[in-house]
């Protein structure tokens, strides 16, 4: 059921909301003004989820300050993190690890 949900908000989100994908997402100076930049870059404005497959400490401390942008892992990502974003930015990463764990193509 969780599977389900999960892939059936997904699948609204593609269509409803601001839904993009991007090679790699990665802060390597660990600073908010470096992530602040690439956020704007890709357009990932208000209440921003990004979603990736795996995450280094320098790009969390570098997101940590910027209170409308979520960095979630594929393998723990939620339909609540899904509903409460305003735009949604996958890693290509992600997007293998996703199907892998939803099942693939249905």
Do not use: H, W, Y
Request: hydrophobic letters at 50%; a positive charge.
């Amino acid at each position: 059921a969780r599977k389900t949900s999960l892939r059936q908000a997904l699948s609204l989100a593609v269509v409803n909301k601001p839904f993009s994908t991007i090679d790699s997402f990665e802060v390597k100076s660990g600073k908010t003004k470096d992530a602040a930049a690439l956020l704007a870059k890709i357009g990932a404005g208000s209440r921003a989820l990004i979603i990736v497959d795996t995450v280094s400490a320098e790009t969390v401390r570098a997101c940590a300050n910027i209170q409308s942008v979520a960095i979630v892992k594929a393998k723990n990502l939620s339909v609540v993190d899904v509903l409460d974003a305003g735009v949604i930015v996958v890693t290509k990463d992600a997007v293998a690890a996703l199907e892998t764990r939803l099942g693939g193509e249905k």
